[in-house]
Antibody
């Protein structure tokens, strides 16, 4: 059973960089894309971007200039960096396995439990 | 970006009811649509993909239909565990986008 676990600081100061890591266990990190998705408190879901096992990326243009997603296949984890954060970036951040581009063309079929990141001084 | 609009935003229903949630896309997305269920404090859970395919382990009372711009999620007989928020999501083109959610409440 694939499991994902987010980790990182729960509090980030305005203008600083938000950094999160997602550890993948119970399955291979290869052959899949891996996405970050966020959800502001009480609001809906926003896709942030993906990285493939080979390192190709695609980001949401609404965040494009501030986002970097990277992968370390040897450690079976992938990471998110979001620069110049403001209060609007306060959200629960989820990592998810992105099966949209597999043969099955399924959706986000495995998710981490989510981690709340608050942007505040 | 493709806009996804769900209706209704809130739905009140009783155990045993048949309910339908609608999701409309601002342009054709073929069948590249997924449905998720989210309970408070939990991550979303994939129910349906490719508009009508049931994810493994999801009860058969859930079904999806539609193509192009209009899609529906139907729960044939509501169970107590089904009261949650439901989201549709398109994966026809980037950036992937979600509907605003439909909260299914107990009447």
């Amino acid at each position: 059973q694939v499991q994902l676990q987010e980790s990182g600081p729960g509090l980030v100061k305005p203008s600083e960089t938000l950094s999160l890591t997602c550890a993948v266990s119970g399955g291979s990190i290869s052959s899949y894309y891996w996405s970050w998705i966020r959800q502001p408190p009480g609001k809906g879901l926003e896709w942030i971007g993906y990285i493939s096992y080979s390192g190709s990326t695609n980001y949401n243009p609404s965040l494009n200039s501030r986002v970097t997603i990277s992968v370390d296949t040897s450690k079976k984890h992938f990471s998110l960096k979001l620069t110049s954060v403001t209060a609007a970036d306060t959200a629960v951040y989820y990592c998810a396995r992105d099966s949209t581009r597999t043969v099955a063309a399924a959706g986000f079929d495995y998710w981490g439990q989510g981690t709340l990141v608050t942007v505040s001084s | 970006d493709i806009q996804m609009t769900q209706s209704p935003s809130t739905l009140s229903a009783s155990v045993g009811d048949r309910v339908t949630i609608t999701c409309r896309a601002s342009q054709s997305i073929s069948s590249w649509l997924a449905w998720y269920q989210q309970k408070p404090g939990k991550a979303p859970n994939l129910l349906i993909y490719k508009a009508s395919r049931l994810e493994s382990g999801v009860p058969s009372r859930f079904s999806g239909s539609g193509s192009g711009t209009e899609f529906t999620l139907t729960i044939s007989s509501l169970q107590p565990d089904d009261f949650a928020t439901y989201y549709c999501q398109q994966y026809n083109s980037y950036p992937y986008t979600f509907g605003q959610g439909t909260k299914l409440e107990i009447k």
